[in-house]
């Protein structure tokens, strides 16, 4: 299955991945919870995250929180959704990450000389 992997203080990237709870715990490094971003509604895709992140004291995630529009710490996943299921990422999005990676990078860097 095709995901958006963004580690926390990585770049977004493209990944393929075993469509499985294990697979997705491995990545936001524990119990996940799916939260809504600000490109797509939640019947679309969603953004999977550590569902005890903040308690874990998780670092904070700058490209996942651009992405989202609010706080989002340690490694998050972004995947396409059917129903009740996970499914590959939404090709638009998956076209986009380059694009994503400079526009939030900008967008880092002019808030970092703020």
Do not use: W
Not at 6 to 11: E, K, Y
């Amino acid at each position: 299955m095709k995901a958006l992997r963004i580690n926390a203080g990585s770049p977004i990237e493209l990944i393929d991945i075993v469509p499985e709870l294990q697979s997705y715990q491995d990545i936001v490094q524990g119990y996940i919870c799916t939260c809504s971003f600000a490109l797509l509604p939640p019947s679309q895709a969603v953004m999977i995250v550590n569902d005890e992140g903040l308690i874990d004291g998780l670092p904070e995630n700058p490209y996942a929180s651009c992405l989202r529009g609010g706080l989002i710490v340690g490694n998050a996943l972004i995947v396409g959704v059917c129903g009740d299921e996970f499914v590959d990422v939404p090709p638009f999005l998956a076209d986009s990450v380059s694009d994503f990676n400079e526009q939030i990078a900008a967008l880092l860097d002019e808030v970092s000389h703020e």
